[in-house]
């Protein structure tokens, strides 16, 4: 799978966007972006995934670049309860699935977004 | 509606017992991964079912280490002979199928005394 290189930390006011960035320049053509991110002491918890296109959902919006080579994850409204670590994670994906390890998570450091009042 | 389960959420084991780890997948899901993660680290893939045949233990860092999952729904990782490095939150997660998002469990700490 592709790396991902993120800023280890960021610091974000309470309902400003928090855009977190991530570089995957290896990427291939079949592996998708996916973001998790995890508060403490709990699971990941999945935010979102993308392809080529932006994306959007009720927790966050994920743009990423033409060439595919980077992408930014927007929480629009961050609130105290955003604050986590946020994990960009490039993943293998192949049509109709597959027996093998397509499904894991490769996930690296993450970047810790700290929300303050 | 109910998520991923584990059980125990703590535990404490002297080095060399042997500890077996429960998860409880969302119902219907096909697709079971174990992660590990250390302190102040991602979590890192230990194994992968699909329903109750493992395809994937690549990621298991010992014949210490074995997983289990025979009805294809609760899964049992089960750790001999633990040692000090054993120690950390071993997490649980299951999906639709090997394609879909993942849902993850609070995890179990696992600390060796």
């Not at chain 1, 930390?9 to 966007?17: F, K, L, N, T, Y």
């Not at chain 1, 995890?38 to 994306?55: A, T, V």
């Not at chain 2, 079912?49 to 899964?75: I, M, T, W, Y």
């Not at chain 2, 089960?78 to 490095?85: H, V």
Request: aromatic share 10%.
């Amino acid at each position: 799978d592709a790396k991902t290189t993120q800023p280890p930390s960021m610091d974000c006011a309470e309902g400003r966007a928090a855009n977190l960035p991530c570089n995957h320049s290896t990427i291939s053509g079949n592996e998708y972006v996916y973001w998790y991110r995890q508060i403490h002491s709990q699971g990941p918890q999945y935010i979102i995934h993308g392809l080529k296109n932006n994306e959007t959902n009720e927790m966050a919006s994920l743009i990423i670049t033409e060439d595919r080579k980077s992408s930014t994850l927007i929480l629009p409204h961050a609130t105290l309860r955003d604050t986590a670590v946020y994990y960009c994670i490039v993943r293998l994906f192949l049509p109709g699935g597959g027996g093998t390890s397509y499904g894991k998570l490769t996930f690296g450091q993450g970047t810790i977004l700290t929300v303050h009042p | 509606g109910a998520g991923v389960s584990q059980s125990p959420r703590y535990k404490v084991a002297k080095r060399g017992q042997d500890v077996a780890l429960r998860c409880d997948p969302i119902s219907g899901h096909v697709s079971l991964f174990w992660y590990q993660q250390a302190l102040g680290q991602g979590p890192e893939f230990l194994t992968y079912f699909q329903n109750e045949a493992q395809l994937d233990k690549s990621g298991l860092p010992s014949d210490r280490f074995f997983a289990e999952r025979p009805e294809g729904s609760v899964s049992t990782l089960k750790i001999q002979r633990t040692q000090q490095e054993d120690s950390a939150v071993y997490l649980c997660a299951s999906s639709l199928s090997v394609t879909y998002e993942q849902y993850f469990g609070p995890g179990t700490r696992l600390t060796v005394t």
